[in-house]
């Protein structure tokens, strides 16, 4: 009997383009990263198989987000808010181990990495301002302040799968947690995507 196709190789380059959903672990009033509870991207990644089951590799992506940003108080006093989106994105390095299914398409992946991730933690303030005579704030519309974005580092582990279209291209799809600066940032993000081999 003729041996059976192996699908990945000892050694090979991986380029994958893949879209992807992130979700908050929090409320969006209680996360401080993104300050929503959900966005919409997408990324690509390059790896390296130096062995049949391990790869190290750099991956960037980008997410539309948008948040509810406080304004400051209108001339009747009352709070104002407005939409925000903005571009909360990352570069991070990975590394890979991957267990190619002997003589199947399939290859069930594990992975983790850390970077920086940029675009988001914004703060808006707002600071009363009393009449010389009383201690009752003057409404007569007060706008807040707004800083910028802020970068932060972050890990990430999780796990998927590709499957093998031909030996050269594959679809993968994956799952992964990601913590930044402690519980309040932490969010997960699934992808799925093309695979390119070489």
């Known amino acids: 009997m003729p041996p059976c196709p192996e699908w990945y190789r000892d050694t090979e380059w991986n380029v994958s383009l893949w879209g992807t959903y992130i979700f908050t672990a929090n409320n969006w009033r209680d ?17 390296y198989f130096f062995h ?3 790869g190290v590799g750099l991956e960037g992506w980008a997410t539309e987000s948008t948040r509810q ?18 571009v909360i994105g990352a570069v991070k390095g990975t590394l890979t181990l991957r267990y190619p299914i002997h003589c199947s398409r399939f290859s069930p992946y594990l992975y983790g990495g850390g970077g920086a991730l940029f675009g988001g933690e914004e ?12 201690t009752k704030a003057v409404s007569v519309g007060f706008p807040a302040t707004h800083t910028g974005s802020t970068t932060r580092g972050f890990g990430q582990v999780g ?12 679809w ?9 600066n402690g519980p309040d940032n932490n969010f997960g993000m ?5 695979t390119f081999a070489f």
């Open 31 to 47: 996360d401080r990263y993104f300050e929503s509870d959900h966005a919409w991207g997408g990324g690509v990644d390059v790896k």
């Open 52 to 54: 049949r089951y391990f």
């Open 69 to 86: 940003r406080f304004d400051g108080f209108d001339f009747n006093g009352q709070p104002a808010f407005s939409e925000d989106s903005r």
């Open 123 to 134: 703060h808006d303030s707002f600071t009363n301002l009393f009449s010389s005579s009383t």
């Open 159 to 170: 796990a998927g799968l590709e499957i093998r279209l031909t030996p050269h291209i594959g």
């Open 172 to 180: 993968m799809s994956d799952f992964s947690w990601n913590v930044v």
């Open 190 to 194: 699934a992808r799925s995507g093309i």
